[in-house]
């Protein structure tokens, strides 16, 4: 049966029946719990984004039903059987309890579905496309991505300022560098050589060697310089807050994700699990209560 709050007209549903033929994620037989006998009818299921057509078989052009899928919760159910029914249950067919997934959602009212499949492998395949199928899902990627991408931008800008200040600076260097080499080139053209370079003296041997280490001097002492101006610019102080902020950010996120984590798997599972049991010790009610949102 289609859910009571959302109505289709004939053309729609031939329209959305034949694109997801063409184009679904997912397709195949499932067993569907009756709400009505509570008895167990293979369907064949096509998943297209966030709707999940039924239908009688493989070749029927009416589908039974259609699930929407936004704002749903998709899980295992485990629920051993226990003497004869559990005999019974496990030769018919093949058939394990264990491969059965809820397709359930936040609201009251709503109907919620069984399905289940014959192997694990593909239940798993079935409850990874249907938690896909949401559309808030890709919003959310959506708008990491774009935060990234902002991100980027602004390092791309700030390399840019940071490239542009070395070009000049090497600029200015190059600048140096070529009035030394005029003063050297004059200073070799004004100087006259009465022996060649075998027969120096040692004293311009001695002068050859201070000018070498007065030039490195000099360049060292350039490059430190601009150093020390980059390290107490403005610049080089916003990006040590930024960086800051940005690790502050992800430990705070990788603890809460953790604690997250630890919430469901130890504590909303269980309970949930519990919930479904034949004797609950505690209601869905109670459960969506404590874990409200």
């Not at 559309?135 to 990627?141: D, F, G, R």
């Not at 980027?152 to 700030?158: A, D, G, P, T, Y």
């Not at 190059?174 to 027969?199: G, M």
Request: proline letters at 2%.
């Amino acid at each position: 049966m289609m859910q009571k709050n959302i109505r289709f007209n004939e053309s729609q549903l031939t329209y959305l029946v034949s694109k997801a033929r063409r184009e679904n994620s997912s397709a195949g037989f499932l067993y569907k719990k009756s709400s009505d006998t509570g008895k167990w009818q293979q369907r064949y299921f096509l998943l297209y984004q966030n709707l999940l057509f039924y239908f009688e078989n493989e070749t029927s052009t009416r589908p039974l039903g259609v699930v929407l899928l936004e704002g749903s919760y998709c899980e295992r159910v485990i629920t051993p059987l226990k003497g004869k029914e559990s005999e019974k249950q496990i030769t018919w067919n093949y058939f394990k309890i264990e491969y059965i997934f809820t397709i359930t959602y936040k609201s009251e009212g709503q109907r919620s579905y069984e399905l289940r499949t014959d192997t694990e492998s593909e239940c798993n395949a079935w409850i990874d496309a249907i938690r896909r199928a949401s559309y808030s899902k890709v919003l959310e990627q959506k708008e990491e991505l774009e935060q990234k991408h902002l991100h980027v931008i602004q390092i791309l800008e700030s390399e840019r300022q940071a490239k542009w200040h070395y070009v000049q600076q090497t600029e200015e260097l190059a600048t140096e560098v070529k009035k030394l080499k005029a003063e050297l080139q004059k200073f070799k053209k004004d100087r006259v050589f009465n022996h060649t370079v075998e027969d120096e003296t040692d004293e311009i041997k001695k002068i050859k060697k201070v000018q070498s280490f007065f030039r490195g001097w000099l360049c060292r002492r350039r490059w430190k310089q601009i150093v020390e101006l980059y390290i107490r610019s403005p610049h080089a102080e916003s990006m040590r807050k930024r960086n800051s902020i940005v690790f502050s950010m992800v430990e705070c996120e990788e603890e809460y994700n953790q604690q997250l984590s630890t919430l469901v798997c130890c504590f909303l599972r269980p309970l949930r699990m519990a919930a479904s049991s034949k004797k609950p010790p505690i209601t869905h009610e109670d459960v969506n209560s404590i874990f409200l949102n």
